[in-house]
Structure formats: structure tokens, C-alpha cells
């Protein structure tokens, strides 16, 4: 059970307005910084659940960038990757209370560090890690594919590493790739929060409270990073976030084997 004290709420409020700030300004980042950071400080499948409606008011305020015509081109080019990542997240949300924390919080590090490995632009990658350069990879089927396994592994941890990766081999324009992204992760979380809360996931009423009102702190954390997107280059953005996930995926990964 998690105690809702003055130095907690202070602490999770920070990692909101970093983790909002982040995603307006890399345009993604918000579910995994945020899910990680809070996982070093209560147990992972709270964190997990806890971020839920702050994600899905961060996607809400993201796919509003999108004009009428992108939201309608992208709805009919997505829905595949959409609908199966759909499936795939109530089966990682059936099965989140089930895993033990110590393994849940050493998986998460190892998907934070993940994440970092497929989205650096450093170390070439093997071309199926990504789908990449393939027309193969951006078919009906293969959306559906990416989409089920995505889902599965977001619905469970809130991380969509596959998904950004895979949506970054369609070579869209920043602006649409942000709108993109918020748009598939909000249909997704539109779903999580009813999902949540007919599993009976939330730990107490004062831990669902404490979620909904993290929002304002977590739009108020993208709008500020909005305004810096501008005045920042794509490189330094890059660098802030993985630098972010590197941090907190160690610490999950040594918290989670007792080393630390």
C-alpha cells in the first residue's frame, strides 16, 4: 500500500512536470520517464498504474497539433497498428498484478535501457530490430504484428519502445511524428483508464485521486517543453531523453538486484 506523504506527492509531482516537459520537447518520453523515475521510488506496478490518466492527458494535448486532414490520413494509414496494439495492452494489463516487484522493477530497467539502444542513432541496428528501410515492415500485417506485441508489452510497463521505434521508420516530419505518436498512445490509454479501473488495479481511491490530478502538473510539463522545442535542436532533445532513461533505467536495474 502506498502512503500518500508530503515529500512523496512533491516528488512524484516533479517527475511529472520533467517527464510532461520531456515529451514536449522530444515529442515522446512522458509514459517511460515518468513510469521509470516513479518506479525508483514505489513499487513498479503502482507506477505503472498511477501514470495512466496523466498519459492520456499528455497524448490528448499532443494530438491536438494534428490538423482535421493529418488526423483523418493518419487514422486510415495507422488503424492496423492501432487496433492490434489495442488487444495487445488489455492482455499486458491482465497479467501486471500477477508479476513480483523485485523482476517487474529489473524488467523495467532493462526496457528503459532498451529503449535507449533502439532509439540512439550512433550504433547501426540490425534492420528487423526496427523494420526499417522495408516496405515488408509497413504493411497491414506487419502494423498488426508490431502493434499486438507493442500493446502487450505497453499495457504491462507503459513502455511503447517498439512502437516509437517503428512509427521513426515512416520518416514523417517531427510535428507529425509527435501527433502520430500521441495519437496511437491515446487510443491506447483511453481504453487503460477503464481497464484499470474494472481490474481493480488501483491500489486505494487515494492513489486514483493522486493520478488525476497529476495531470495538471503533467500538461503543465508539456507545455513548457513545447516552448522550448523551437529553440532546441533535435540532437540536444535526443540526448536529454536517453540520457534521462540511462540514469533511471541503471538505477531500476541495480535497485531491483539489491545492489543499490
Sequence with gaps: MVTLTWTLVAAVTLVVVVAGATNGLAGFGFAVVGTMALA???DPATSVVFMIVPILAVNVSLVRDLSPRELRTCSRRFWPLIAAALVGTVVGMAVLESLPEAPLRVGLGILSLGFVLVAQQRVPLPAWLTLSDSEVGQTPLAMAVVGGVSGLLFGGTNVGVQ???????????????VGVVA??????????????????????????????????PAVAGVAVGKRLRSAVGERPRRALVL???TLVGVRLVTGGLGIA
Design 163 to 177: 512502437l516509437i521505434a517503428y512509427l521513426r521508420s515512416f520518416d514523417l516530419s517531427h510535428g507529425l511524428f
Design 183 to 216: 495519437l496511437v498512445f491515446l487510443g491506447l490509454n483511453g481504453i487503460r483508464v477503464a481497464i484499470a479501473a474494472a481490474f481493480g488495479l488501483y491500489p486505494s481511491a487515494a492513489v486514483a485521486g493522486a493520478s488525476l490530478l497529476a495531470v495538471v
Design 243 to 245: 540520457g534521462l532513461l
Design 40 to 42: 525508483t521510488v514505489i
